[in-house]
């Protein structure tokens, strides 16, 4: 599975867009990107998966370049409720369970 | 609907003690994970089931680790004996192919504390 590379952590402030970044420079022609959020004392939460171009539902965008080597999650908008862990996985479709330290945002006022 | 229940919520034991943790997975959802989550760290998979077998249990140290889905639905997670450096959360999730991108949907977890 392929290797994944986030910040550590990243601060933004209320009304901010945050952009957080995932390398994963091995990524394999079937494998997918999913984004998880997990506040404290919770079990992580699913945010967005994609392949390539990019994806948008309700609370986040993902943009995957034509390389596929990169990901970035973006959060419009974020509020001090969205001060959370955030994990990039990388792995064929439906085998998306290797979470690494992931980021740690913090949204201040 | 109902979302993944896990029990106890909390639980404290002595080194070479047992325990065993619950989970009742969403109804119709055929796949259940076991994740352990240190402190700091994000959760590391444990066991995957598929319905009542197995599909993934490279990562559960079976030597003190058991984990079983009687019927497909619930599961239960066993240490025996627990060790110091078992202190963790214990998430369990469940999916079902249907679902958009193959999500997840996590527990609260049990916390447990080793003493």
């Known amino acids: 599975l392929a290797k994944t590379t986030q910040p550590i952590s990243m601060d933004s402030y209320e009304g901010q867009e945050v952009n957080i970044t995932c390398s994963h420079n091995n990524i394999a022609t079937n494998d997918y990107i999913t984004w998880y959020q997990q506040f404290p004392s919770q079990g992580p939460r699913f945010i967005i998966q994609?392949?390539?171009t990019k994806v948008t539902n309700e609370v986040a965008s993902l943009f995957i370049p034509a390389d596929r080597k990169s990901s970035t999650l973006s959060l419009p908008r974020v509020s001090l409720s969205d001060t959370a862990v955030y994990y990039c996985l990388v792995g064929p479709y439906g085998q998306n369970f290797v979470f690494g330290p992931g980021t740690r945002l913090s949204v201040l006022p | 609907e109902a979302g993944v229940a896990q029990s106890p919520r909390y639980k404290i034991i002595e080194k070479r003690q047992s325990v065993a943790f619950w989970c009742n997975p969403i109804?119709?959802?055929?796949?259940l994970y076991w994740y352990q989550q240190i402190l700091g760290q994000g959760p590391k998979l444990l066991i995957q089931?598929?319905?009542?077998?197995?599909?993934?249990d490279s990562q559960l140290p079976k030597d003190r680790f058991s984990a079983e889905r009687l019927k497909g639905v619930d599961s239960t997670l066993k240490i025996q004996p627990a060790k110091l450096e078992d202190s963790a959360v214990y998430l369990c999730?469940?999916?079902?192919?249907?679902?958009?991108?193959?999500?997840?949907?996590f527990g609260p977890g049990t916390r447990l504390t080793v003493t």
């Open positions: 109804s119709g959802h055929a796949t």
């Open positions: 089931f598929q319905n009542n077998g197995v599909v993934d």
């Open positions: 994609g392949y390539k």
């Open positions: 999730a469940s999916s079902e192919r249907r679902l958009a991108g193959y999500e997840q949907y």
